[in-house]
């Protein structure tokens, strides 16, 4: 059974298509009726939206395979709170659909999203709010974002960065939080009911943002050098030997093979 990361995984970064062999991965799983979710850290649509995007590029996901942040938010954050969120326009729009208020002058969480470029006077506006007490919740915590063919901060590299310069704790919704993982694993245990972390493989482009916290969760973690990382030795000498994934591949065809 398996958990599948979608960006840099199953579509690249850049043009948003099929990468190298994850249509018939889908495709093999769905034939073997093999318990599988989807685990994406999708903002940028609604989750059915973007739910819809993958089946017309041939995934064929139904709803009962697909889990993203924006299915879990009202967990973290109640829905109608006043919220400063940061990151794409199509984002902001997303939180608003789903009846958050979008407020810059009292919020009582500040949320942070991605977007290619954040301004310093973002940053600003952050900090003032959590020196004055608002939450700060991360819809994620990856490492990098891609975009264009160049690398800039993910969400877990600003959570981090606000949360030194102001000493404020952060929450996180998506992958890798606990919440995330059980919500997912609940939803695989109603495809098989003996379904535990023990007995899945995760696969993803995130070494630090996905696959770290769901090996300690027990899960078997795959490495794919399709996303965020080109070669395993821009990130693997700088992990622990705990952290380190249980196989690296270069892109979903060659997980198919060894897996």
Same mark, same amino acid.
């Given at each position: ?91 902001? @729009? ?20 991605? @977007? ?69 694993? =609940? ?20 070494? @630090? ?30 992990? =622990? ?19």
């Amino acid at each position: 059974m398996f958990f599948v990361d979608v960006q840099g995984t199953l579509i690249d970064d850049e043009k948003r298509l099929p990468i190298n062999g994850a249509l018939d991965f889908i495709a093999r799983l769905n034939r073997e009726k093999t318990p599988y979710m989807i685990i994406t850290n999708n903002t940028k649509q609604s989750s059915e939206a973007f739910r819809h995007y993958l089946n017309k590029l041939g995934f064929a996901i139904d709803e009962a395979h697909y889990l993203d942040p924006l299915m879990l938010l009202s967990s973290k954050i109640e829905e109608g709170s006043r919220i400063a969120a940061y990151g794409s326009e199509p984002f902001l @729009k997303e939180l608003a659909r789903l009846g958050y208020r979008l407020d810059y002058t009292r919020p009582e969480s500040v949320v942070i999203g991605i @977007k290619q470029h954040f301004e310093s006077e973002e940053y600003a506006q952050m900090i003032g709010f959590l020196l004055e007490g608002a939450k700060l919740v991360g819809m994620h915590q990856s490492t990098l974002y891609a975009k264009e063919g160049k690398r800039y901060p993910g969400v877990g590299a600003i959570l981090k960065m606000l949360s030194f310069a102001t000493s404020a704790d952060y929450e996180v919704v998506g992958k890798p939080s606990e919440l995330f993982y059980l919500r997912a694993l =609940e939803k695989l245990q109603m495809q098989e009911k003996e379904a535990s972390f023990d007995k899945i493989t995760i696969i993803s482009d995130d070494v @630090k943002g996905d696959l770290v916290g769901a090996g300690v969760l027990g899960m078997r973690t795959v490495f794919v050098l399709s996303g965020k990382y080109k070669k395993a030795e821009e990130i693997i000498p700088m992990l =622990e030997r705990s952290q380190q994934p249980a196989l690296i591949c270069s892109d979903m065809m060659e997980v198919g093979e060894k897996v």
